[in-house]
């Protein structure tokens, strides 16, 4: 009979816990949604429905539609669009409230009439929306700005003034200002023509790996390489001139023989290199994108990487994302650490197998550090592998004595450094590495800053 009781109890207690929740904590989600959404100004507004955007204000008349991915200037120039630029004016539609509603308003009171201060602007969509507001004077504030729809002018909202700042802007605030258009994926060659000499090179992708064709032919180090093709793909024009004779003369752009040119499948991205301003550290620039003049940061240009430094000095050539595994063995002491995934999927390196070393050694050690290490040790010399020469006695290599292997997640070989003696006189130390039989001089810090035992270089 109690355990009927209980049974009954408990059945009550999820009903009432039921219709609390679909009553009480359901209902009240579902009206203050409702509420925020009367609130908004164009509450039935999507945005991903968005096609078409227009602007009229003090400095003109501005037509963008969406095309594919991207947003396009269709007036008063044929461009594509600042994409964020776009997507903030059609946020502030969808998302701004109506702080405050004015009946019956003088609208000269909030700079509505019109006049030539008023900023008009027109939202299509999809699924056949036509979307009108008229944004008037700022409040004495500025917070907040003055609204109007067209179709009821007998009402005036007041909402967020960074509406009105996003429609108030210069053609261009709305435009493309990246110096290049493609996707560094893709980019197969790379001509630097400029008059430094040392900075004058060209690259070229094969199977993936990208290599210097001139002034000298070698490997080029990848990451140099992307961040070539990322700096003047990020790089954003400070302003933007009309080519006239007078303007390309004044800025040296009219037979301009400096020039960097990048190959995307059969596209060509070529910027040509003008004049430089100390006064406003720029430099000024055409590209065969567009025809304006655009001034960039001069650091884009003076920052060049030279030839000789873009040639790849690794020692190992490795991507440290892709080491999964670090054995290590100096003398008696053995170490095998793995990269090891956490509950939110985040790489940490763990100690799989240590001889012969105590907590507190471990504890200065950082496999993040030894891979880290290893990827920045660019060789001074190269010197190949020789069975005549007694390397024990000439580099201070012992088979097996002192080595760093690194792994994939295959668990495969991505490359073996071994660890000699000092270079005499200098600050270098010898390291070979077995598979590609050569020997090599780098920086003895890079072995140092890994804090190994028993292979501090003095």
Known sequence: MKTKQIFITFLIFLFLLGYYYIFEVKKKKEDIEKKESEERIFPELKKENVTEVFIKNENGKFL???????????EPIHDFADNSAIDNIINAYANRKMIQKIDNPNLS???LTNTASVIETEIKTSDGKNLKLNIGDKNPTGIYTYILKPENPNIVYITDSDI???????????????????DENKVSKIEVNINDKEKKFILEKKADEWHLIQPIQDIARKDRVNSLISSFKTTMAKSMEEPTSINLKKYELLTPKEYIKFYEGDKEHIIYIGKSDKEKYSYFVRTNRIKEILEI???????????????NKQIIIFEQEKVKKIEIKTGNKFIV???????????????KETQNIDKEQKKKISMWTVSSEL???????????????????????????????LFDGDNKVIGTVFIGKKVEGKEDIYVKVPERKEIYTIEARHINNMSLPDTEIK
Do not use: H, Q
């Not at 963008?64 to 269709?74: L, M, S, T």
């Not at 650490?337 to 100690?351: C, H, P, Q």
């Open 64 to 74: 963008f539609k969406k095309v594919g991915a991207d947003w396009k200037i269709f």
């Open 109 to 111: 009171d909030f700079g």
């Open 164 to 182: 009105k700042s996003w429609c108030e802007k210069k053609l261009f605030d709305y435009r493309y200002r990246y110096l290049l258009r493609l």
């Open 297 to 311: 940061p001069d650091y884009v240009y003076t920052n060049l990487t030279k030839a000789e430094d873009m040639r």
């Open 337 to 351: 650490a793995e990269k090891i995934k956490d509950k939110k999927g985040v790489e940490n390196w763990e100690y």
């Open 375 to 405: 990827f920045n040790s660019d060789y001074k010399e190269k010197i190949k592998e020789d069975e005549k020469v007694n390397e024990k006695e000439k580099y201070g290599f012992e088979k097996d004595d002192k080595y760093i292997r």
